[in-house]
């Protein structure tokens, strides 16, 4: 089992950032994916931004230029800063940590809620 546990979210006004964390615990094996999706009010989850254990990275078009994905590998732990926010950035972001080779596995934090006033 893996647990994950995220912090950083919060309210901020249009124009601010905000630096998210997610942190693996428990039966964590190396070569994993880790990332942030979110779910808006009303739509479907998409994805914010991945990164590997390699450090490549893959983020979605409407975050692209604004936001970082980063990842500390002997910690564990994966860092989402949000630059420039947008009140359409406004979503509950789930941090998600996953393993594509055996053993296979994929985990989903609890989420934590980010909201850009105007």
């Known amino acids: 089992q893996v647990q994950l546990s995220e912090s950083g979210g919060g309210l901020v006004q249009a124009g601010g950032s905000l630096r998210l964390s997610c942190t693996a615990s428990?039966?964590?094996?190396?070569?994993?994916?880790m990332g942030w999706y979110r779910r808006a009010p009303g739509k479907e989850r998409e994805l914010v931004a991945t990164?590997?254990?390699?450090?490549?990275?893959r983020y979605g078009e409407s975050v692209e230029g604004r936001f970082t994905i980063s990842r500390d590998n002997p910690k564990n732990t994966v860092y989402l800063q949000m630059d420039s926010l947008k009140p359409e950035d406004t979503a509950i972001y789930y941090c998600?940590?996953?393993?594509?080779?055996?053993?296979?596995?994929?985990?989903w934090g609890q989420g934590t809620q980010v909201t850009v006033s105007s």
């Open positions: 990164i590997t254990s390699g450090g490549t990275a």
């Open positions: 998600r940590h996953r393993r594509v080779v055996t053993p296979i596995y994929d985990y």
């Open positions: 428990g039966s964590v094996f190396s070569n994993t994916v």
